[in-house]
């Protein structure tokens, strides 16, 4: 028997590590700071402002304010209460923000701000599924009782899915039943609907309440909450519009209170009233990242690249690809067998590509090829030794990066412009060896070793330079160390090259 | 494009030919018996010559080492008495950088190819190989000066203008496969295959050729010579087999290429080592390293000398 831990194995071992840690961090980063494998991600934040005043009565305050569930339809990033002198508590069983104060006398102004972004995974779906209890309908006398048959009656010629729908379709007609009209107050308002409503169901016995909370919405400012129905049918709540019958919660409705408990309760106040105030933001999703996990008290997050400044990310995004790139190299000389002008000179060139663009690059790099060559080539006569001519290149290689630059901007020539992007030492270098290579094996052997640089470069550049790849290497880093043993676990691949298939071609045997 | 089931089915029929691969012969074979700090010995012609005339094995004779800029002017008195010299840097590789002198008179250079060169050109050479640029990695090298070696009429149709040269590859002391190397136009007077040199691989027992190639494609006749090849047979063949088995004491490398020309009075000579030889030696011979080095592993005996596994080669191999 073979040794049992071969190096391999080892690597083997140590790569499903990596792998596990890599999905683990990922799934983390998707789940907790909502990363995402799309570039450019964005999310709508919503700024919610609930400004509560009222007129103290000289007795201590308490202000308990109904608020948002932390995973319903919208996520929470962030709340808080502002409110000077008050004591203020959550009281997060029953979802309420208490503010108290000792008595006071001026009017008050108290606010709760809390911030939100879509969680489309949960819009519309309703968790709280027990059944509750009917109220007893009670009718004020019998002519009651008959209009509220008479009501079902022509709700049911209604057109509808549900015995909701329809009672909400014929209260809202536009040219209104005689026995609507009547069975309605003259001055009714959103929350005598909703009443109304809710009786109505009751005489079917069906359970229904009433749901207050914010529309979502850019310039909405100091508006009272909305008010939606929610009927309980089959075995959970559905949620109404109470002026068109549309069921379903809106994508930009926030829940604040449901049922029988109050939005807001004042103790040792009167003229008590809230009023709400929205705003949207578009935040990236690396900085809003940031705010959840600081809301969900998470320390991990101070410690990743993502809470860097600004340039120090920009940075390390760059930095984030190399790995990749590294292993483009790795494959291609030791799995495929292809030899290039130094090793990494073809990674370099292409990182450069993605900076200029792919075909003003590669054109501008190929004059700034040939130009060194032909300086070179006349450096060649002068007989020079290894180092300052090595060192001429180099400054020819500057001063021409120098004059296209020049060039490119003055004619607005784009391609030209893009030449202060490559790296002058692998350049210098890529015109001293196909010089070298030229004098010594001849044009043809420099022109290949020139073109399959350029093709492993073009190669390269095809996959670093995709925007969802850079993305992804820069916000799932942790997969770097997958790609790390991978290159450690090549480092021991004995198999044979590619190339070499062909080249030990007239040796195959077959068995 | 190759697909993934060409890619195995191929390398099922080359590990069947028992070919050696270029990551299987660095990880399996070279990481495993070449210790790094031994690569010096190799790398500098210098050095091995040194340590080859030590147990005596022969070599081209040293006329002179330039070691600094400032020490080009004394080339003239290095060379005074000498008509043909070769001049290389210690540290070359594939060739790179020399130059062979066939003529020198009147301050007057020839070189191999006939070209005059004079005084000026020569040191010029010399200062290219003292700032590196033939040697590996371009560090700053020396230039040595040695003598010309004169190819013994046994090749003298084998090859166009340059030296043949014998490469035997040793693996743990024994000598595991040998090619001979032949120079053609394209290969303009150098002794490297894929600069489309004639590679013809060897009998180990007998020296014999028994396969010819050029550009990986077999080969009957020499391309400019138009000598048959199958007929070349390696005089002194055990001379040449036991310097490579001694280079295995001499460096302590477990896997080495031993160059080996052959000089018309001199015999057998060792011109360099090296502690990566390439895989082209395959091709010329036809079969793959790979068995060659297992049935050494397996059944070859430890502890032998020098002369005891030549001998073990040329009666068992």
Redesign the interface.
């Known amino acids: 028997m073979k040794q049992f831990f071969t190096i391999r194995h080892i690597l083997c071992l140590f790569l499903l590590a990596a792998v596990i840690f890599a999905g683990v961090a990922t799934y983390y980063k998707i789940e907790y700071w909502g990363f995402s494998f799309k570039p450019h991600e964005r999310t709508d934040v919503w700024t919610v402002d609930a400004h509560i005043s009222f007129e103290p009565t000289g007795e201590p305050i308490e202000v308990s304010l109904s608020t948002p569930r932390i995973g319903d339809e919208y996520k929470i990033l962030s709340e808080d209460a502002v409110a000077a002198g008050y004591e203020v508590e959550k009281d997060d069983k029953n979802h309420r923000m208490i503010m108290k104060s000792k008595a006071l006398k001026e009017k008050q102004d108290v606010y709760y701000r809390i911030m939100l972004y879509d969680n489309e995974d949960t819009i519309g779906k309703v968790r709280d599924h027990k059944k509750p209890k009917v109220q007893e309908i009670t009718y004020v006398d019998e002519q009651e009782k008959v209009m509220v048959k008479e009501l079902w009656k022509l709700a049911d010629k209604v057109e509808g899915s549900s015995s909701a729908e329809k009672i909400i379709k014929l209260l809202n007609q536009e040219v209104p039943e005689p026995e609507v009209d009547s069975f309605l107050p003259v001055h009714k308002n959103q929350k005598i609907m909703a009443e109304k409503i809710i009786y109505l169901l009751a005489a079917k016995k069906i359970p229904a309440r009433i749901v207050r909370g914010v529309k979502l919405g850019e310039k909405r400012r100091a508006v009272p909450a909305d008010l939606m129905l929610e009927v309980y049918e089959g075995s959970k709540w559905m949620i109404y519009n109470i002026n068109t019958g549309t069921v379903g919660l809106p994508k930009d409705f926030v829940v604040f209170q449901r049922g029988g408990v109050s939005l807001l309760d004042v103790a040792g106040g009167t003229h008590s009233q809230v009023r709400f105030s929205v705003i949207k933001s578009v935040v990236s999703s690396f900085k809003m990242a940031g705010r959840r996990a600081k809301y969900e008290n998470s320390h991990l997050f101070d410690y990743t690249i993502y809470n860097l400044p600004m340039h120090e990310q920009n940075t390390l995004k760059w930095l984030m690809i190399f790995p990749l790139g590294i292993l483009l190299v790795v494959l291609m000389r030791n799995v495929i067998g292809i030899s290039t002008m130094g090793t990494f000179t073809p990674m370099l060139v292409a990182m450069s590509l993605v900076k200029t663009g792919f075909f003003p690059g590669l054109i501008c790099f190929g004059l700034i090829i040939l130009l060194g060559l032909l300086i070179r080539t006349w450096l060649t006569k002068l007989n020079l030794l290894l180092v300052p001519r090595i060192s001429a290149v180099v400054i020819f290689v500057i001063l021409i990066m120098q004059i296209l630059t020049i060039i490119g901007y003055q004619f607005d020539f784009k391609i030209a412009a893009s030449a202060v992007f490559f790296p002058i030492i692998i350049t210098a270098w890529i015109i001293e060896r196909a010089c070298i290579t030229w004098e010594e094996e001849g044009a043809k052997n420099a022109t290949k070793q020139i073109i399959t640089t350029s093709i492993v470069a073009v190669v390269t550049y095809m996959v670093i330079s995709s925007d969802y790849i850079r993305h992804i290497m820069f916000a799932f880093n942790e997969w770097n160390f997958v790609i790390l043993i991978i290159v450690m676990l090549l480092g021991t691949y004995t198999g044979y090259r590619l190339t070499e298939l062909k080249r030990f071609a007239p040796l195959m045997k077959d068995k | 494009m190759?697909s993934l089931f060409e890619?195995f089915s191929?390398?099922?029929?080359?590990?069947?030919?028992g070919?050696l691969?270029?990551?299987?012969r660095n990880?399996?074979v070279i990481s495993k018996n070449n210790r790094r700090n031994l690569y010096p010995l190799v790398d500098d012609k210098v050095k091995t010559k040194t340590l080859a005339n030590s147990i005596d094995i022969n070599t081209p004779k040293m006329i002179g080492v330039i070691e600094h800029q400032y020490e080009v002017g004394d080339f003239m008195k290095i060379v005074a008495n000498h008509a043909e010299f070769v001049v290389k840097p210690a540290h070359g590789s594939q060739g790179?950088g020399v130059l062979v002198i066939k003529n020198y008179a009147d301050n007057v250079f020839t070189t191999a190819s006939g070209k005059k060169l004079g005084f000026k050109e020569v040191y010029?050479h010399i200062?290219?190989i003292l700032?590196?640029?033939y040697s590996l990695g371009?560090q700053y090298d020396v230039a040595l000066i040695e003598e010309l070696v004169h190819f013994s009429d046994a090749f003298q149709n084998f090859s166009y203008q340059g030296i043949p040269d014998v490469r035997v590859i040793v693996y743990k002391g024994y000598p595991a496969m040998a090619m001979m190397r032949l120079a053609t136009k394209e290969s303009e007077g150098r002794a490297n295959l894929h600069?489309g040199a004639v590679g013809v691989g060897l009998d180990m027992r007998t020296g014999r050729a028994i396969n010819a190639?050029s550009h990986?494609?077999?080969i009957g006749i020499h391309p400019d010579t138009n000598a048959d090849l199958m007929t070349l047979q390696v005089p002194f063949w055990r001379e040449h087999l036991l310097i490579g088995a001694q280079a295995y004491e001499m460096t302590g490398l477990g896997y080495l290429g031993a160059d080996i020309v052959l000089d018309k009075n001199r015999g057998p000579m060792m011109l360099e080592l090296n502690a990566r030889p390439g895989l082209a030696i395959?091709?010329a011979n036809?079969?793959?390293l790979r068995n060659s080095l297992k049935k050494i592993d397996k059944r070859y005996p430890r502890g032998l000398s020098a002369q005891e596994r030549v001998d073990y080669v040329l009666n068992n191999g």
């Open positions: 190759l890619f191929r390398s099922k029929k080359l590990r069947a030919a070919v691969g270029m990551n299987a990880y399996n790179k010029q200062s290219n700032s590196g640029l371009g600069q190639v990986n494609m077999p395959q091709i036809g079969k793959g």
